[in-house]
């Protein structure tokens, strides 16, 4: 076990822990939270997805059901009134910085839950710790950063932490998504690949080739596109922790 603080002994140390940290949360967001619960594209077994829920209750503190709900729910209304988060209704800076701000809004509101956030899960787990005790998991987080990075830097870790998500999946990829980039579909709503090599994000760069086809596991399309998210989907089925439910187009 690393002494207290031993982890900020040099300055790379905390900094390449925040790009796998992040680059783990992305990932989890992306196979479990998305493709797997909220468009049922591919079936996790239970000991993949395990780790990336007790991840994401440490690193986000996001409510499973919260978030299928929400991302269903701009599906159902992208970029039209009702979306949660569309940059042509309330505008990219908006997005882009309060993202996580129309999140809550948005599960917040009566009967949100109830018709778009069925079919996750309510196993014990969720019922007792990850759903009603969200706000421990990234108290335990801080917990861990400041034991290896100590009480100045281990602090600074947690916060780029706890803004990542709403920075990077509610700002970037709902808002820049919708905004700048290519695109191979001509789908009603505004949705725009941000880049052909998707591996920051854990694939969702290729946002308007996923909602070209939102039950893809797949987001890739194009010979010279790369979906990283594909890849590990790909890595997990091949050892039984995933099976492809949907082909895709």
Same mark, same amino acid.
């Given at each position: 076990?690393?002494?207290?603080?031993?982890?900020?002994?040099?300055?790379?140390?905390?900094?390449?822990?925040?790009?796998?940290?992040?680059?783990?949360?992305?990932?989890?967001?992306?196979?479990? !939270?998305? @493709?797997?619960?909220?468009?049922?594209?591919?079936? &996790?077994?239970? /000991?993949?997805? %395990?780790?990336?829920? #007790?991840? +994401?209750?440490?690193?986000?503190?996001?409510?499973?059901?919260?978030?299928?709900?929400?991302?269903?729910?701009?599906?159902?209304?992208?970029?039209?009134?009702?979306?949660?988060?569309?940059?042509?209704?309330?505008?990219?800076?908006?997005?882009?910085?309060?993202?996580?701000?129309?999140?809550?809004?948005?599960?917040?509101?009566?009967?949100?839950?109830?018709?778009?956030?069925?079919?996750?899960?309510?196993?014990? !787990?969720? @019922?007792?710790?990850?759903?009603?005790?969200?706000? &421990?998991?990234? /108290?335990?987080? %801080?917990?861990?950063? #400041?034991? +290896?990075?100590?009480?100045?830097?281990?602090?600074?870790?947690?916060?780029?932490?706890?803004?990542?998500?709403?920075?990077?999946?509610?700002?970037?990829?709902?808002?820049?998504?919708?905004?700048?980039?290519?695109?191979?579909?001509?789908?009603?709503?505004?949705?725009?690949?941000?880049?052909?090599?998707?591996?920051?994000?854990?694939?969702?760069?290729?946002?308007?080739?996923?909602?070209?086809?939102?039950?893809?596991?797949?987001?890739?399309?194009?010979?010279?596109?790369?979906?990283?998210?594909?890849?590990?989907?790909?890595?997990?089925?091949?050892?039984?922790?995933?099976?492809?439910?949907?082909?895709?187009?």
């Amino acid at each position: 076990m690393p002494d207290f603080g031993s982890w900020a002994s040099a300055w790379w140390k905390p900094v390449l822990f925040i790009v796998v940290a992040g680059h783990l949360t992305n990932v989890s967001v992306t196979l479990f !939270l998305h @493709r797997a619960q909220t468009h049922r594209g591919v079936k &996790l077994h239970y /000991l993949a997805a %395990l780790p990336m829920r #007790i991840w +994401l209750w440490l690193s986000t503190a996001i409510v499973t059901k919260e978030w299928v709900a929400c991302h269903r729910k701009h599906h159902a209304f992208a970029d039209r009134e009702g979306d949660p988060h569309s940059p042509l209704i309330e505008g990219l800076r908006n997005i882009v910085l309060k993202g996580a701000f129309y999140y809550r809004k948005t599960v917040r509101q009566p009967g949100v839950l109830e018709k778009y956030g069925k079919g996750t899960p309510n196993d014990w !787990l969720e @019922r007792h710790l990850l759903s009603p005790l969200n706000w &421990l998991g990234i /108290l335990v987080m %801080l917990t861990v950063d #400041i034991y +290896l990075f100590g009480f100045f830097v281990g602090p600074i870790v947690w916060g780029i932490q706890m803004i990542w998500i709403p920075f990077w999946a509610a700002g970037i990829v709902n808002g820049v998504g919708h905004a700048f980039g290519y695109r191979n579909f001509d789908v009603k709503d505004a949705s725009r690949n941000i880049s052909p090599i998707a591996i920051w994000l854990g694939g969702e760069e290729l946002h308007n080739n996923h909602h070209a086809d939102p039950r893809s596991p797949s987001f890739r399309r194009k010979w010279y596109e790369l979906d990283i998210g594909w890849v590990y989907l790909r890595v997990l089925a091949f050892f039984g922790l995933a099976r492809i439910e949907h082909s895709g187009s």
